[in-house]
């Protein structure tokens, strides 16, 4: 299936920017007219797990979502500035119902919403990688194919994308 990055990420940027209104938190997506092959259901609820997360375990600053092409792939990027995940923590933090106590504690949640991201990327042969610096943030990487028929186009569109800075808040 054929899925529109910005059909796919606009609403869910304005959702959670409601979200964020709440706090000093910014949303900021960068992101042109990708075309990827997916699914829009399963990813949409990838994206969506991992951007509900951006935006509960970070306090203030900034949560980015990003797109850059990467060879026949999109690399689409979730950044945030929250509180990171220690390394001994993260290689559990997609496993059911584990959640790290020191950022959890108080805010909602069981502890599923990786499992569910990680049983649907592996389900769409999407691969996913997430780094975290304690104190500074996390970013969680997801790799998707691109449309053949928008690879030309993307092409087209490398240079605006390729010139883009990530902000100095980038945590690897
Ligand atoms: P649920 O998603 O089921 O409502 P949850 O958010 O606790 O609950 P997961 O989404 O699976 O569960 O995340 C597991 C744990 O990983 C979280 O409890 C939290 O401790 C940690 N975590 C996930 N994303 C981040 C993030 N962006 N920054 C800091 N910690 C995070
Ligand atoms: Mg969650």
Redesign the pocket.
Known sequence: QTVQIRHLLDPLLDEFRLLARQKALQIRGKFSDWQVESDSTYLRRIVQ??L???V???PKGKVLISCRRRGGQLLLQIW?S????AEQ?LRH??DDF???DS??RG?????????V?QRMARLLGHKIEVR?TVGK??V?SLWLPLSPQRREAGKAELGTDATTQLPDWTVC
Not at 82 to 85: A, D, F, K, R, S
Not at 107 to 115: H, M, R, T, Y
Request: proline letters at 3%; aromatic letters at 12%.
């Open positions: 797990n991992i509900s997360n951006a509960k375990y970070t945030d929250g509180p990171g995940i923590e933090i997609f584990y959640r790290v950022t959890a805010q909602q949640g069981v502890g599923l919403g990786l499992g991201v975290s943030g996390t969680f």
